[in-house]
C-alpha cells in the first residue's frame, strides 16, 4: 500500500468525526493535570483511541491538534506537539500489527511507547526549557537536582522515567479498554475495526477450550 492510501484509509468520515472527541479529551486531561501540578500529563488518552480504531496518521493529526489547542494557552507547550503526534503515529502502527488485541501485546506496547516518549521528551525539555518546563514533572526534576548528586541531565532523565511510565501506561491501558468493549458493529465502522474484531474470534475458541 502506498502512503497516499495509507492516509486515505485512515481518514474515513467516521474516523475523522472521532477527532474533536478525542481532542477534547485529551484537553480535558491535559488541563487537569496541568491546573493540579501532575508529574503525569493525560494528554494522549482520546489519541490514542483515535489511532488504535483508524491508524497512525489519524493518530499523528490527533495528538498534534491536541497540543497545539493547549498551546493557545501556553505557547511553551506548542514544541511538545512534535511527540503528542509521534506517540499517535506509533499507536497506530502497533494497532495495525494487532498489537492491542491481548493485553500482554498491549502492556509491551505500552512500554515501547514510554521508552520512545522519554528518550523525546527528555531532549525536548533539557535542550529547548533547560530540563524546566509548565508540567509538574518540572517539581519532580527540581526535587532530584535539589536533593540528590545528580547533575541537570540526568535529573531530567530520572524524573521522566516514572512520569511517563505511569502516564503512558495508563493511557494505552485506558485506551485498550475503551477499544476492546466495543461491539463488533461499532469497531466495523472504522479502518483497524476488523483487526479487533477478528481477535475476538480468535479468542472465543481458546476460551472454549480451556473450559
Avoid: C
Avoid at 6 to 33: C, E, H, W, Y
Avoid at 144 to 172: G, Q, R, T, W
Wanted: glycine share 8%.
Amino acid at each position: 500500500m502506498g502512503l497516499v492510501d495509507s492516509i486515505k484509509r485512515d481518514f474515513t468520515l467516521m474516523a475523522i468525526l472521532l477527532i474533536p472527541v478525542a481532542v477534547a479529551i485529551n484537553f480535558v486531561g491535559g488541563q487537569l493535570a496541568k491546573t493540579l501540578q501532575l508529574w503525569i500529563f493525560l494528554d494522549s488518552i482520546g489519541t490514542f483511541i483515535v489511532a488504535m480504531l483508524a491508524g497512525p496518521w489519524i493518530g499523528l493529526v490527533t495528538g498534534a491538534l491536541s497540543v497545539l489547542l493547549l498551546a493557545l494557552g501556553d505557547a511553551t507547550m506548542a514544541p511538545w506537539s512534535i511527540l503528542a503526534a509521534a506517540m499517535g503515529f506509533l499507536v497506530g502502527v502497533l494497532a495495525r500489527r494487532g498489537m492491542f488485541n491481548t493485553w500482554g501485546r498491549a502492556a509491551i506496547s505500552a512500554l515501547i511507547v514510554t521508552l520512545i516518549s522519554v528518550a523525546v521528551s527528555v531532549l525536548l525539555s533539557y535542550f529547548l526549557y533547560g530540563g524546566f518546563t509548565t508540567s509538574g514533572v518540572s517539581i519532580l526534576t527540581g526535587a532530584i537536582n535539589d536533593y540528590s548528586d545528580l547533575p541537570l541531565f540526568l535529573a531530567v532523565v530520572a524524573s521522566h522515567v516514572p512520569a511517563e511510565l505511569i502516564d503512558k501506561f495508563l493511557a494505552v491501558g485506558i485506551a485498550t479498554l475503551v477499544v476492546r468493549s466495543m461491539s463488533k458493529r461499532a469497531l466495523l465502522r472504522f479502518p483497524h475495526g476488523e483487526i479487533f474484531v477478528d481477535a475476538r474470534k480468535k479468542d472465543r475458541p481458546a476460551a472454549r477450550t480451556a473450559s
